[in-house]
């Protein structure tokens, strides 16, 4: 399979967008990580995040909504590309075979209290 390359913050991103679907923009993206993760996210690092994700082509946007509130601006939506789902799908093959390769001792919290009292 192709390699793909998601930092995790990208990682996160990207699932919340998934999460979202049709309404993940700027502000929804950033609330529901924040609410999931219970953790601050500032709109320069989301935005960063979101233009390297369109950029390797795993995100793709669009304007609409244009509200008086907004002065006129529309918001800018994302969704996942064929590309996108493809990084995300390897990303967590990837996880889940290391997951997997642990051997169950070595996070076996009770005999690690023994070796570390």
């Known amino acids: ?3 793909f390359q998601l930092g ?6 990207m699932l919340t967008v998934a999460i979202l679907y049709d309404d993940a923009y700027g502000v929804s993206i950033k609330k529901e990580i924040e609410s999931r993760l219970n953790r601050g996210v500032s709109v320069g690092a989301l935005q960063s995040a979101l233009r390297r994700l369109e950029d390797k082509k795993y995100l793709d946007s669009h304007d609409k ?3 008086q509130e907004r002065a006129g601006r529309p ?3 994302y969704k996942i590309t064929a590309l996108g789902k493809e990084a995300m799908e ?3 093959e990837t996880r889940n075979s290391l997951w997997d390769a642990i051997p169950s001792v070595s996070l076996d919290v009770k005999f690690a209290r023994l070796f570390h009292a």
């Open 1 to 3: 399979m192709k390699k």
């Open 8 to 13: 995790e913050f990208e990682e996160i991103v």
């Open 65 to 67: 909504d244009e509200t």
């Open 75 to 77: 918001k800018r939506y």
């Open 90 to 92: 390897y990303t967590k």
